[in-house]
């Protein structure tokens, strides 16, 4: 199966980073009054049918409208949450299509429980140019995350071109980011354009660069051997910081961490630049994660066996501060702590309230802080909020985004570039 995907999309073995660069954008598409595959990332936080957070649909309408411009039937598909290949109405996208309405309200949203089969192509078929189709979550079908060569010709099958605008997902390797534009002539849309631009001029900066990074996934502590090699200096938070102090020898208690996790914070610890890697030295524990639990501060090297690291304490966050406040720049990507329960978002709040006040190019990414600085109501004050998560890290450390190589390939195959 592996050769046969290389085959369609034309990949020699080890040669998808050579064409990642050269992407069609949307002008380059001919597409006046035709259908449009738009794969957008709406996984947004919903609670009981109703959208929490509409920030990631928001900056998809830029690119939805420039294909209305072009009197286009535009046919959407997302992915929402992680289904496992099944249905599910807690991760349905209906709520999604009623916030589209909302955002476009002079426009027709039809919305398909299905992706594929006879009656997606009668509902496109029926809909007026102009107007927007947007399908049921990919992740309810199996074949999405299995890269699954029927399921992206039957998807290709709706539309006349495909335009990829979900940066989000933009290293996942799945059908719908890396096997669609072999079968369409392909673009990526404005929001990524936006996001690949901000980007790449951010790697352009080291001197004076503070890249910070948390969140509850121990897998992004690869990235951060690559964050060492771009930035002045490294801030760890979140769980993430669990995981470095245990492989320096220092007991955690009961906080998150993995062996793998362990493993890989003592690889990067030998490194020359992990100099530039800043630890917390104290954190705020607890025995429970319930809403109303005691918790404490203490230094790290003292948390009891007992208790749960859930987040950097007072010295740690005014050692942040003072080394965010003389930078030129600052990447952040996921919480400081657990932020789920209100007692541990003093550090994540504090570093906003920063960054709202800096004078530096600041730029955040990860679902949860972004949901955290718009509750603050600060977001016109960070420089760029970015939609993706890791997907913001992996290109910031130069890694290759799968998505954007499939793109690149496809500029190539059909002639756009």
Known sequence: MKRLIQSVLGIKKNKAKNFQKKRATVSSLDIFAKTVLLRTDFNVPINNGKIKNNFKIKQSIPTIKELL?????????????????????????????????????????????????????????????????????????KEEAERD????????????????????????????????????????????????????????????????????????????????????????????????????????????????SVKAAKEILKQEDAKNLILSTDAVVSNSLQKNAKHATVPVTEIPSGSIGLDIGLKSTEQLIKTVSNAKQVIWNGPLGFIENTSYRKSSIALIKVLAKSNARTIVGGGETIELIMKQKVQNKITHLSTGGGATLAFLSKRSLPALDALAKSAKKFNLV
């Open 149 to 260: 060569l029927t399921f992206a010709h039957s998807l290709a099958d709706l539309a006349s071109a495909y335009v990829f605008d979900a940066f989000a997902v933009s290293h996942r390797r799945h059908t719908s980011t890396t096997l669609l534009p072999a079968f369409l002539p392909s673009a990526e849309g404005l929001l990524v354009q936006d996001e690949v631009g901000t980007l790449n001029s951010a790697m352009q900066v080291k001197k004076g660069s503070v890249w910070v990074i948390g969140g509850s996934k121990l897998d992004k502590i690869n990235i951060i051997k690559s964050a060492l090699k771009h930035a002045e200096k490294v801030f760890v938070g979140g769980a993430l910081v669990f995981s470095f102090l245990r492989a320096k020898g220092i007991h955690v208690g009961h906080s998150k961490i993995s062996r793998e």
């Open 69 to 141: 411009k072009q009197k286009c039937k535009v046919v959407i598909i997302s992915h929402l949450g992680r289904p496992n290949g099944k249905f599910n109405q807690k991760y349905s996208l209906a709520p999604v299509a009623k916030e589209l309405a909302k955002l476009l309200p002079k426009r027709t949203i039809h919305f398909s429980k299905h992706c594929i089969g006879s009656d997606v192509k009668e509902m496109i078929k029926k809909a007026k140019k102009g107007q927007i189709i947007l399908l049921e979550n990919l992740r309810f079908y």
